[in-house]
């Protein structure tokens, strides 16, 4: 699926990083479920929903959990911010207020080189308070 976004569809946000699903910057919601699409084989995915960073927010009106990870700075390189993001989402959509420690569970499978990993985990829930206002 990850050279099909990429190189057919020109969706880039999602990255190539080990091809193996184990380091997350390919990571993409399917059906509203994070899977890593660098091991997921496009013929299997069938009439399944694709969200990939791209269909979050934009650049005038970035996804809440976009805009937390701008305001805390939490994307240094960018490797793993894709990754970081979907998953992310993928948990506040089934458990909207979960706790630190869930939070870094939910990411501990995302690898990040620079890092920022204090700041990534505070813009979940930091995320959580701009859903509830928007």
Request: charged content about 20%; overall charge positive.
């Given at each position: ?10 969706l ?6 080990c ?38 927010g ?9 805009q ?10 960018g490797?793993c911010?894709?990754g ?15 706790t630190?420690?869930e939070v870094r ?17 505070r813009a ?11």
């Amino acid at each position: 699926m990850l050279y099909v976004l990429r190189n057919d569809l020109a969706l880039n946000g999602a990255k190539f990083g080990c091809g193996l699903a184990q380091c997350g910057p390919c990571t993409v919601l399917l059906d509203g479920r994070a899977v890593r699409s660098c091991v997921t084989e496009i013929r299997t995915i069938g009439e399944a929903e694709i969200t990939t960073i791209e269909g979050l927010g934009t650049v005038v009106k970035p996804h809440p959990l976009q805009q937390a990870f701008i305001d805390l700075q939490a994307a240094r390189c960018g490797y793993c911010i894709n990754g970081m993001i979907m998953t992310a989402k993928d948990l506040l959509d089934h458990n909207p207020h979960p706790t630190l420690n869930e939070v870094r569970e939910a990411l501990a499978q995302n690898l990040c080189r620079c890092g920022t990993h204090g700041r990534i985990a505070r813009a979940v829930p930091r995320a959580v308070g701009n859903i509830r206002k928007t």
